[in-house]
């Protein structure tokens, strides 16, 4: 089965009246982690596209960048995005129902988070309201503040990306330790090592930004310009 053919079976799961956030709970192992995955992140990516007021046909196009959506499963990807943007649930419902269903995987919430980033930078602009959304969901999922701080100014324009925050050393960190960081989040971002961890194909697309940023980083402290 396809991805979407196994999401449009999870959402045939969900009874009459369920609301969406009720797969969050029976989504938690594999094989179904890519499915979790990606239906947390359109899920919540709904939610977020409330939070400015409007759906731009630029977030709706996010979605495509993000996930190779066939055309004839475009209507499913449309069915769990209304699910969420209708449901009465609020965010912060859904982003603790998210992080209970990845458990401790950090990794993963920090990968949705790149996803939902990523959407909310698809018109070019960070809404206030967008921010208050991704900052209130990084603190659900319990990401520090310099996980979240080196999220932010990778994706939002005009803000240099501090070389330490992206590595998740300091300025005082012994160079080996810094070395082996970046050696650290180079190999968590290789795609095997990502889709070993159960994340859809799709997904590996959002990393191949993520390790620019990390040797970027890099190249600037070996320079001393960190």
């Known amino acids: 089965m396809t991805l979407w053919q196994r999401i449009l079976a999870a959402l045939a799961s969900l009874a009459p009246g369920e609301a969406l956030s009720g797969l969050f709970d029976r989504l938690r192992g594999p094989p179904e982690r890519s499915v979790a995955f990606t239906i947390a992140v359109i ?20 979605f495509r960048e993000v996930f190779t959506i066939p055309t004839s499963e475009m209507d499913n990807a449309a069915r769990v995005f209304d699910l969420a943007r209708t449901d009465v649930a609020g965010f ?77 050393v300091s300025p005082d960190t012994p160079m080996e330790e810094i070395r082996a960081a970046w050696r650290t989040a180079v190999r968590d971002s290789h795609p095997d090592r990502l889709m070993a961890r159960g994340l859809p194909e799709e997904a590996v697309k959002l990393a191949e930004k993520r390790l620019i940023a990390v040797n970027r980083a890099w190249e600037k402290i070996q320079g001393g310009a960190g």
């Open 43 to 62: 899920a919540l990516g709904a939610k977020m596209a409330k939070a400015d007021g409007r759906v731009t046909r630029s977030e709706v196009a996010a």
């Open 92 to 168: 912060e419902e859904y982003a603790r129902r998210i992080k209970a269903m990845f458990a401790d995987d950090s990794e993963t919430l920090r990968d949705l988070m790149e996803g939902l980033f990523h959407i909310a930078m698809a018109d070019g602009r960070y809404h206030p309201a967008e921010d208050d959304f991704l900052t209130r969901v990084a603190q659900i999922f319990r990401l520090s503040e310099r996980e979240f701080r080196a999220l932010k100014t990778r994706f939002v324009p005009g803000v240099e990306p501090d070389c330490y925050d992206v590595l998740g």
